[in-house]
C-alpha cells in the first residue's frame, strides 16, 4: 500500500470518528486519534483581481522613489499566492552604456543573503549533522578561545548565531568590507578573538560575522564550501539559476553595476569579490529568481497535510519566520498620514519578524552594500509580497515598500486567511447553542471539561443563561463564527431585545470538552470584540 492510500485512510477513519461524535456526542478519550483540521484559506474570491489593481499605482510610485533618490536601476515585483504576479524596472544597469535593468538583471542583495544561510543551517540540523543549541565551538574549534564578558556566560550557541544573540558588537560598517576575505583569513581573526558587547543570549544585536561562522559551520557540517552547498541544496532544487554567490559567473549583459550619489553625480563603487565572509552577504540574484525564492518561504503557511516537496521542511521554513530573539518595539506616526504606527517583534532565523497595527506577522529582510540596496517583504497570513532591488549604496526601500502595501490594502483585496474551526470545537458551538435555547442538564454534562462546573457551578451557569434569555429574548446566531484558532472561537446571537456575544475554549483533552464559556451582553450584533489596533 502506498504512503498517500494509507494517508487517505487515515484521514478518512479521522473524519468518520468526528462524524460519529457529532451524531451521538462526545467519544471516550483517547478514541480520536490525530484530529483532522482544515486549513486557513482565503475566502473573496476576488481577492486577486482586487490586489492586482493596485500594480499602477506601484508603478508610480517605484518610479518616482527612483527619481527622488537618484537610483540608477531598480527592478521590483509583488507576489500574490506563490506567484510573482508583476514586475517592473526602471532605469540602467549599468550607465555607461544605458543597458536597461529589467527581470532578469542580477543586483547584489547582500545581507538577504543570510536567509539562506539559515535555510542550510536547518536542513543540516533537519538530517541530524548538529543541533541548533550545540555549542559552536564544536565545528569551529577557534571560537574554544573565546574570552566571555563575564564568568556565567554561556557558551555562543548555533541557535545564538542565527538569531543575532551571541553577544558580538553590530558591525554593519565593518562586515560589508570583509566579503572578500579568504579562510586563512579569517580564519585568523577568529584566532585573535572576538570582543563581546553583551554575554550571548541576552540582547539582540545584528553580526555580520555571527552568518560568517554560521556559513564556516555550514562547510565543516557538510564537508562542502558554503558556495557549493547552498548550490546544490537550494538554489538548483528551487530552479534558481540566475542566483549565486560568485559574481564572475554573472554575465556581463545581465549584471547591475554598482553606484552611490555623491557631489551630484554618480560614481561607480567598485565590485566587491565573494570570500569567506560571503555567507552573511555575498548572494547576486534577478528580481524573477527572488520571486521564485520568497515564494518558497511563502509557501510555508499555513501548516498543512499537503505533499511536502521540500528542498527544507516546511516546518523548517516556518520555524525562520518566528520570533527567536525579541528587539525594541518602536512607535512612529505615519509619514503621509500621521497615524501611529506600532512596530515590535524580532529576529527569526536570517529573517527579519515584526508586528504592526495593521498586520500581526510581517516577515522581512533588507541588504545593503556598496553600491547595493535590497528589500523582501512578506506577509505570511495574507499571502501577498512585496520584492525590490536597487543598484544606489544602501538603497533604503523601507518608506516605499510602506507605501507599496498600502496601495494594495487599498483595494480591498488584502485580507487575511480565515482559520478554520476543527470539527470538536463546531460541534461544542453547536451544543452551546443548544443550551443557550434551553438548557440540558445530560447536554451540558456531555460538553463540559472538568473544570467548567468547578470554576462556577452548574446550577448558577443554568440562572445565568436563564437570566440572559429573559432580557434579550429569543436568540438566534448572525453567522458569522469568528476562530481565533482550531479550539477557540466566539461569535454573535441577534436577539429581540439587543444581542448576546458568546465565547468557548476547549481543553486539552481528548475528546476536547468546553473548559471557557462565556457569555455577555452587547448593545447591537454589530458590536465585535476588541481588536488589537493601535489608538489614535
Sequence with gaps: MSMTSMRRIVLAAAV????????????????????PTEPARFTDPNRVAKLSGAFPEIDRLMSEF????????????VLIDGQLAHTGAVGSRDLSSSAPVDADTV??????????????????????????????????????????????????????????????????????????????????????????????????????YGFAILGRIVSRVSGMRYRDYVTASILKPLGLSSTTLDPAAVPPSRIARGYRWEDGTW?????????????????????????????????????????????????????????????PASVARHPSTSEIQLNTGGYGFGLRVSQTCAFRHVVAHSGGLPGFGSQMRWLPEHGVGVIALGSLTYTSWGAVIDSAVDALAKTGGLQARVVQPSAALVEARDAVLRLLAGWDDQLADRIAADNLFLDQSKDRRRRELDEH?????????????????????????????????????????????????????????????PSATCAQ
Excluded at 468518520?16 to 484530529?35: F, L, N
Excluded at 558588537?169 to 583569513?185: F, I, K, S, V
Excluded at 434569555?469 to 466566539?490: H, I, M
Excluded at 454573535?492 to 455577555?520: K, Y
Aim: aromatic letters at 8%.
Design 267 to 327: 560614481k561607480e563603487e567598485p565590485p566587491l569579490a565573494d570570500g569567506a565572509f560571503g555567507a552573511m552577504g555575498g548572494m547576486l540574484t534577478s528580481i524573477r529568481d527572488l520571486g521564485r525564492y520568497v515564494a518558497f518561504m511563502m509557501s510555508a503557511w499555513p501548516p498543512r497535510d499537503d505533499a511536502d516537496p521540500g528542498p527544507i521542511r516546511r516546518a523548517s521554513v516556518r520555524e525562520m519566520q518566528q520570533v527567536w530573539r525579541p528587539s
Design 66 to 77: 527612483a527619481a527622488r533618490f537618484h537610483v540608477p536601476g531598480i527592478a521590483y515585483g
Design 16 to 35: 468518520s470518528a468526528a462524524a460519529m461524535a457529532s451524531a451521538h456526542g462526545p467519544a471516550e478519550a483517547g478514541s480520536y486519534g490525530r484530529m
Design 469 to 529: 434569555r429573559r432580557r434579550v429574548g429569543t436568540c438566534r446566531p448572525d453567522g458569522a463564527f469568528d476562530v481565533e484558532n482550531a479550539l477557540r472561537g466566539q461569535w454573535t446571537m441577534s436577539c429581540e431585545r439587543g444581542a448576546l456575544r458568546v465565547a468557548i475554549t476547549l481543553a486539552p483533552t481528548m475528546p476536547p470538552r468546553v473548559q471557557f464559556l462565556g457569555v455577555r451582553q452587547i448593545a447591537s450584533p454589530g458590536e465585535r470584540a
Design 107 to 208: 543586483f547584489r542583495i547582500a545581507s538577504m543573503t543570510k536567509s539562506f544561510t539559515a535555510l542550510s543551517i536547518l536542513e543540516l540540523r533537519d538530517e541530524g549533522k548538529h543541533s541548533l543549541d550545540d555549542p559552536s565551538e564544536r565545528y569551529v574549534p577557534e571560537l574554544a578561545g573565546l574570552v566571555y564578558p563575564t564568568a556565567d556566560s554561556p557558551r555562543v550557541t548555533i541557535r545564538h548565531l542565527l538569531s543575532h544573540a551571541e553577544g558580538f558588537p553590530e558591525d554593519n560598517p565593518w562586515g560589508d568590507r570583509q566579503l572578500a576575505a579568504t579562510d586563512e583569513q579569517m580564519g585568523e581573526m577568529l584566532r585573535r578573538g572576538i570582543p563581546f558587547s553583551n554575554p550571548p543570549g541576552l540582547a539582540y544585536e545584528y553580526s555580520n
